[in-house]
């Protein structure tokens, strides 16, 4: 499910919608990976073999072309799982989740997770949550191609990002993010 801290409209932090003890059966047995900040979690193609679980930490998504251009598209903060709305293939963009702050990540072949989704009677659930993930993609998406700059750091401001991880989820520039900020949101002293 979404995580909304600020009760803003839209929220590009991912969480799932399963208890412990369910995420427990559900990535039992999973390798176990530990990461350092900046380190890639997975690329295109891993994803459609592969569930993650992000038991601790933050990750972010984003996609990037071949002229090195990069509009993030959500974070991920623990628990959360990853990996399987973004499972597509694009062949002029790649999709690429990255570590934000060391994870603590459970990897899990796509297959056993899907079984075991279905034995505990949790498909609905689970379908519910991709939907709400592709609703948010879709969100962030438009306005990115229909709001100007302002507007978008108004819509995710109070999402407790920095503002260069801000800046790469509106696709602005972190000194235009500070910018707006200071002007709408700071009190002159």
Not at 31 to 53: A, C, F, M, P, S
Not at 140 to 146: E, H, K, T, V, Y
Not at 151 to 167: F, G, I, K, M, P
Request: aromatic share 10%.
């Amino acid at each position: 499910m979404l995580i909304d801290n600020n009760n803003s409209e839209n929220s590009i932090y991912m969480k799932n919608a399963f208890s412990r003890e369910e995420m427990d059966f559900l990535f039992e047995g999973a390798r176990e990976i530990r990461t350092k900040k900046n380190t890639l979690i997975y690329e295109q193609g891993d994803i459609l073999k592969h569930v993650y679980w992000l038991a601790d930490g933050l990750a972010e998504v984003y996609l990037s072309n071949n002229e090195g251009m990069k509009q993030v598209m959500c974070y991920h903060y623990a628990p959360s799982i990853i990996a399987d709305v973004s499972a597509f293939e694009e062949k002029k963009t790649i999709l690429t989740c990255n570590a934000v702050k060391s994870c603590l990540l459970y990897k899990c072949s796509i297959d056993t997770f899907y079984d075991r989704i279905q034995s505990m009677g949790l498909m609905r659930r689970y379908l519910k949550l991709l939907v709400e993930k592709t609703q948010t993609a879709a969100i962030q998406l438009g306005s990115i191609a229909m709001e100007d700059c302002e507007e978008r750091v108004s819509r995710y401001y109070n999402n407790q990002l920095t503002h260069q991880q801000l800046a790469d989820l509106i696709g602005c520039t972190r000194v235009q993010v500070t910018r707006i900020i200071n002007k709408k949101y700071k009190k002159k002293a």
